[in-house]
């Protein structure tokens, strides 16, 4: 590793001030359920707010955001594979009031959505809550489909503002996946 006047930071933030926190004084910026079509939404006004503050020796702020990649047509099978985890996120994680997971999907606009979900998993029916996670919500986060639609979402994730995609390839030959991922980023 090279010799470094800073050890660079990079935080996982989904509160508003945290973002704004992060956009100030970190290096890069991890959030998760990063939903491009609705990034600027959810997260643009604290992001600027810190970036207004940030100092110039900082560099730009690196955004490490993705999600699930899979090529194949059997999109809505391998996307009901992420529907576990995202209504353990947005219903089950912290309390019912101080759920950051839950706020998120509200900035998102999948307020009755978060609602539902936070119910029924709180409730008891995890797979309930599952069936309730919105498949459009799962069709933007993730990276799910035929070549052609992988690379618009790799096109997507980009004209939000991600720096640096982050995945966890979904392939019988995930070396493979990851090589051909390359060669559509770059």
Request: hydrophobic share 45%; no cysteine; aromatic share 8%.
């Amino acid at each position: 590793h090279p010799v470094r006047k800073r050890i660079p930071i990079q935080i996982a933030a989904l509160g508003p001030k945290n973002i704004e926190l992060t956009a100030e004084l970190a290096e890069g910026w991890i959030p998760i359920l990063y939903h491009p079509e609705k990034a600027d939404l959810a997260f643009g006004e604290p992001i600027r707010k810190g970036l207004a503050k940030r100092d110039p020796e900082l560099g730009a702020l690196d955004v490490v955001a993705g999600g699930m990649v899979a090529i194949g047509d059997d999109v809505k099978g391998l996307l009901d594979r992420m529907r576990p985890m995202v209504a353990l996120y947005v219903g089950g994680m912290g309390a019912r009031e101080k759920n950051f997971y839950n706020q998120l999907f509200h900035r998102y606009g999948y307020e009755e959505e978060a609602n539902k979900i936070q119910d029924l998993y709180l409730e008891g029916r995890k797979d309930e809550a599952a069936a309730a996670v919105p498949l459009e919500f799962l069709e933007a986060a993730n990276l799910v489909g035929p070549e052609g639609y992988v690379k618009e979402r790799i096109a997507a994730f980009k004209e939000s503002g991600v720096t640096i995609l982050s995945v966890t390839p979904i392939a019988k030959d995930q070396p493979a996946l990851i090589e051909k991922l390359k060669g559509w980023v770059s």
